[in-house]
């Protein structure tokens, strides 16, 4: 098992940033991938950034530029720094934890972080 916290939400203006942490915990030596996805009301749950634990990253078309993900292993945290942020990128921010056994992926998530962007 894989337990996840997520903290650093909040309310922010238009053109701001954040930076979201996520701690992780329990068995963390199976983990292949980390990511960010976020979920809007009424909107399905999108992903926003992923981080594999070789430490390559991948970015939705819509964050792109705006968005790092990064990993510090000695903490157990993946950040999610957020840039330029857009009214749309108001939604609930829930970090994921993955693992790969024999073909079946495995998914780990915390329990979300609300950030709202203000126009």
């Known amino acids: 098992q894989v337990q996840l916290v997520e903290s650093g939400g909040g309310l922010v203006q238009a053109g701001g940033s954040l930076r979201l942490s996520c701690v992780a915990s329990g068995s963390i030596f199976s983990i292949d991938v980390m990511g960010w996805y976020r979920q809007a009301p009424g909107k399905q749950r999108e992903l926003v950034a992923t981080i594999t634990s070789g430490g390559r990253t991948t970015y939705a078309d819509f964050v792109k530029g705006r968005v790092t993900i990064s990993r510090d292993n000695a903490k157990n945290t993946v950040y999610l720094q957020m840039n330029t942020l857009k009214p749309e990128d108001t939604a609930v921010y829930y970090c994921?934890?993955?693992?790969?056994?024999?073909?079946?992926?495995?998914?780990?998530w915390g329990q979300g972080t609300q950030v709202t962007v203000s126009s």
């Open positions: 994921n934890a993955a693992r790969v056994v024999a073909a079946v992926r495995y998914d780990y």
